[in-house]
């Protein structure tokens, strides 16, 4: 399978072959890399790349994804060909950012209202006995944070609406 992607404009293209169930052959340009994965729930993946583990959750929305590697964030935004390399203005817009699994809020570290850089840790989330801090995915104005300090949430729940 071919997969295209862009960033600033250059187009990247991967080929993925499947060597067996979970286990593939990851070929970008001249380099080719070994990734096997495992399905901890809908949205998380440890990969393994190379021998090095990558803890990656995903979450979306309808104008992006949020990729979590290693607890680091990383946005990317659903666009068109057209879209990417005709330059279209990107329009300011929210992002709500909900959980991918169960947890307990350890800390609250902004409130509404205030402005917010991109990669800037919102609050410190605990689930399966590790703290991650979920990261604002572009600069802006917290809209809305959902839970407080030391409330549980579920799968699926509203962190926090960046605008």
Same mark, same amino acid.
């Given at each position: 399978? /071919? ?11 991967? /080929?993925? +072959?499947?060597? +067996?169930? /979970? ?9 080719? %890399? ?33 990729? %979590?590697?290693?607890?680091?964030? %990383? ?15 990107? +329009? ?42 979920? +990261? ?28």
């Amino acid at each position: 399978m /071919n997969i295209s992607f862009w960033i600033d404009k250059r187009e990247f293209r991967l /080929n993925l +072959k499947q060597v +067996k169930k /979970n286990d593939i052959q990851v070929s970008l340009g001249k380099r080719t %890399y070994h990734v096997t994965a495992e399905f901890l729930n809908p949205d998380e993946i440890l990969l393994n790349i190379d021998g090095k583990i990558h803890d990656v959750i995903i979450n979306s929305n309808t104008t992006s994804y949020f990729v %979590y590697v290693n607890g680091r964030c %990383y946005q990317i935004e659903k666009k068109s060909a057209l879209q990417i390399l005709g330059g279209e203005d990107d +329009k300011q817009q929210t992002i709500s950012i909900t959980t991918s699994m169960p947890g307990r809020i350890v800390k609250v570290l902004l409130k509404e209202g205030e402005q917010v850089e991109e990669g800037q840790a919102i609050l410190i989330l605990e689930a399966m006995k590790m703290q991650n801090e979920i +990261k604002s995915p572009r600069a802006g104005r917290i809209i809305k944070i959902g839970p407080k300090t030391n409330q549980s949430v579920e799968t699926g729940a509203l962190l926090f609406t960046v605008g």
